[in-house]
């Protein structure tokens, strides 16, 4: 009996002593670098914003902080704060203050823990604008084939243009050549003489004024020329209904035809961000009878926009302003990297090995580096990098390209092996196909 107490005893101490080298072992293999999912930001305004994510410390004292800025450098980070130590995703936000209004910006969440650092996903939102101020004063001097129209514009810091638009009907359809009133934060006067106009003719007119925050237009007014009417001496153009086609993600061709009846026309597309329009293609010129195509190729418009656009054709026999339409410029597709490099190094002990994976992600020419963005998923493979997966890890590409993890594996864990495999896959972005690289590890 005695002995069967005393084996008993052993066998107790056995297991503790086992269960108090392996406890910490698994304890730690549980263990990993914190999980981090940007979410979408809120609160915004022309010049704050709330940046959001959730944390999962995974059981580990854990921190993070917000980076952003206006490119995928970002450039400015949050103070660091304490998301604790617990399990399950916790969310967390700050509000930054300072912005620029009318700007995009990019963000994402950082989290650390001793294991290791993660990176959410890059995130973008547009702070809201703020367009110049404008104000429409009454004319300064009127005669019978010319006018003399004033008002007033604040930049509110941005560089802007303004123009007068005027016409014979409510729809305007003629602009004054648009002048720059700089970038400052005064109001300015400003004030524009529209020459070649019909005599005893009632036009109707507004200010509009563009910034990089967008456009302000004020109601609209009316003044009559002096003298007597004039009668036209021929019929006004004929004008089809205008079009878009080649749509691509950053241009356009704009389709029509006119048919001048006679007398020399001008005419030009009216196009821009709203039904306020403030951009136009060069203004052309056509004569004679019969009908005339026309077209004008627009580029440098935003990827996945909705434009507005109308056609415009004046001669001396009248005005005609087409009715307004709208197209939407493509997404751009995604190209395919250049390179994208794994390398790893270890570090032995006599517990185990801390593998540390790192890589770069190389663009094509003319790609720029805003396209540094998404997740890599890095995983640990047995045997060889087409094996069976026995771990993955989840990390960020970084503004300068590079991505970087690290892993330990306990003795126990690898099993004996001589080798196994990584796999690192980029999972890709609106501007960059996804991607995977792969490497086996001799130990």
């Known amino acids: 009996m005695r002995l069967l107490r005393q084996l008993s005893t052993a066998g107790a101490a056995t297991l503790a002593l086992v269960l108090a080298v392996v406890a910490p072992a698994v ?27 959730t944390i999962n410390a ?30 399950g995703a916790m969310p967390v936000q700050v509000t930054i203050t300072n912005l620029t209004a009318g700007t995009t910006y990019h963000f994402r969440a950082v989290a650390t823990n001793p294991l290791g650092t993660a990176w959410g996903t890059d995130v973008t939102f547009v702070t809201a604008p703020v367009p110049p101020l404008v104000l429409l004063g009454t004319p300064s001097y009127v005669d019978d084939s010319s006018v003399t129209l004033t008002g007033s514009v604040n930049p509110d810091g941005k560089a802007t243009t303004y123009t007068f638009e005027y016409g014979t009907t409510s729809t305007y359809g003629l602009q004054s050549a648009p002048v720059s009133v700089g970038s400052g934060t005064a109001t300015k006067t400003v004030s524009t003489t529209l020459s070649g106009l019909a005599s005893g003719t009632t036009y109707y007119y507004r200010l509009l004024a563009t910034s990089a925050d967008g456009s302000s237009v004020t109601p609209g007014a009316t003044v ?14 004929v004008v089809s209904q205008s079009s878009a086609v080649k749509i691509t993600s950053s241009s356009v061709q704009l389709n029509g035809a006119i048919n001048p009846q006679g007398d020399p026309t001008t005419w030009y597309f009216e196009y821009g961000l709203t039904s306020n329009y403030g951009l136009r293609t060069a203004p052309a010129t056509l004569a004679g009878l019969g009908i005339r195509a026309i077209n004008a190729p627009i580029a440098g418009l935003r990827p996945s926009t909705t434009y507005y656009f109308r056609l415009v054709a004046n001669s001396a026999n009248g005005l005609y302003v087409g009715p307004g339409q709208t197209f939407t410029t493509k997404v751009p597709p995604p190209v395919y990297v250049r390179g994208f490099t794994l390398t790893t190094t270890q570090h032995r002990d006599r517990h185990g090995v801390q593998l540390t994976v790192s890589g770069r992600l190389l663009l ?46 306990d003795s126990w864990h690898l099993h004996g092996q001589a080798k196994f495999g990584v796999t690192a896959r980029f999972a890709g972005n609106p501007s960059l196909q996804g991607c995977t690289t792969r490497l086996t590890v001799y130990l």
């Open 224 to 237: 009559v020329t002096t003298g007597m009417v004039i009668a036209p001496t021929g019929p006004a153009p």
């Open 58 to 87: 995974n059981g580990v004292s854990t921190t993070y902080a917000f980076q952003y800025g206006t490119t995928t450098n970002y450039g400015s980070q949050t103070s660091t704060r304490s998301a604790g130590s617990g399990v």
């Open 364 to 409: 094509p020419a003319g790609v720029r580096s805003e396209a540094f963005t998404g997740p890599v998923t890095i995983r640990f493979q047995r045997g060889d990098s087409y094996g069976p997966t026995f771990m993955s890890v989840l990390t960020q590409i970084r503004a300068d390209g590079s991505y970087r993890a690290t892993a330990r594996f």
């Open 27 to 53: 304890a730690h293999a549980a263990a990993t670098i914190p999980t981090v999912t940007t979410a979408s930001a809120s609160g915004i305004t022309s010049h704050t914003a709330i940046l959001n994510a």
